[in-house]
């Protein structure tokens, strides 16, 4: 691991060197990239997630996903012991789907084995992995993956986690809701956002090249003579990357493994229902996730009280005004420093009323 991670730092330094790429263009993925690696050798950290993995599943009430459990006292760095788990391989249920083998199909129904739910759950938990639980599992591929009798899954291998910083995940959980909605220019804006810190560029001519680049994704996946290959993202993400490097824009590492985790949960999905749609599976994830926000809070006002709860709330409140203050001193910033195109096309209060709906819809969104 060290000597090919060297090779690419030889490699990437010599590219900024002679200035194929702009100076420090791959300064925070090779960082990054060495930080991801070494880590998915550490054992102890797999069991920590792991198990941590297994308690947030309870926590949020996900019954329909298992993580097995893991013997502390058999486990070290180099050695992780974990419960055995007799259960069907993801492997074997998507050979049968794909080579249509009936019999085997009917007798997996039998024990309440269903490739349709079994998509449905992998979607669902995709969304919960990265915009709800602390972190989520980064190497979806069949071969981490078991099937219990009804529809049960169960995850194994978690070498390799992500985690989203909060602004990245109101930013992913937007692009979802306005790609779904087919807002494709909304949702080049998120995916943008999401890429932050950006360089000097013109923004309106990458988001106008993205919204192509998603228009053209999306779309293809509501033809019903598409392939199963076809209704994932992957010609949509590898185009994305291409769009941003024409503008000299780097997907930071953390963008790049959430990228490849989606795509995994994607095409086995796609494989095991091909007719499974994603916008359905958003919105049973958006009404779910609701669902269980409100149960925590029940949980929680029950557990400590409401007269306990009121410091909590005050702080919330403080917070909400705090975010409102940088709200409008970030505003204050940018019509010190208006672009040029705004001074020509708009007045000043017009553009200041803008941003203030801006900020105050972000406020929202938060609370």
Known sequence: FQADLIMFKVVTRLLEFFTVVRLGYFHHLRAELWSMLINELDFRSEADLQMNFRQTLKEYGLKEVTVPAVHGGLSNDRVLVSEFIDALPATALLAGVEDGDTAQLAAWKAQGICPHKVARTLMELSYCGQFEFPFYHA?????????????????????????LPHWQRITSVEFLRRSVQ????????????????????????????????????IMVRYSNQCDWWERTSAAGWAKTVEALGEFNIQANAETLRMFRATLLYE??????????????IFR????????????????????????????????????????????????????????????????????????????????????
């Open 139 to 163: 190497d979806p591929h069949p071969g981490n993956i078991l099937i219990q009798p009804d529809s049960r899954v169960v995850m194994l291998d978690f070498g390799a986690c992500g985690q």
């Open 182 to 217: 087919h807002d494709f220019g909304g949702a080049a804006q998120m995916g943008l956002a999401g890429n932050s810190p950006l360089p000097y560029l013109d923004i309106e001519e990458v988001v106008d090249r993205m919204q192509q680049v998603f228009w053209r994704s």
């Open 267 to 280: 095409t086995l999905v796609s494989r095991l229902s091909p007719k499974l749609e994603q916008k359905a």
């Open 284 to 367: 049973r994830w958006a009404d779910r996730s609701a669902q269980r926000a409100e149960h925590r809070l029940r949980r929680e006002v029950r557990r400590r009280g409401l007269r306990n709860m009121k410091s909590e709330w005050a702080a919330r409140t403080i917070e909400v005004g705090q975010l409102m203050r940088v709200a409008a001193t970030n505003n204050q910033i940018r019509m010190t420093r208006l672009p040029p195109d705004f001074r020509s096309l708009v007045n000043v209060a017009s553009f200041a009323t803008s941003k203030l709906l801006g900020g105050a819809l972000k406020v929202f969104n938060l609370l």
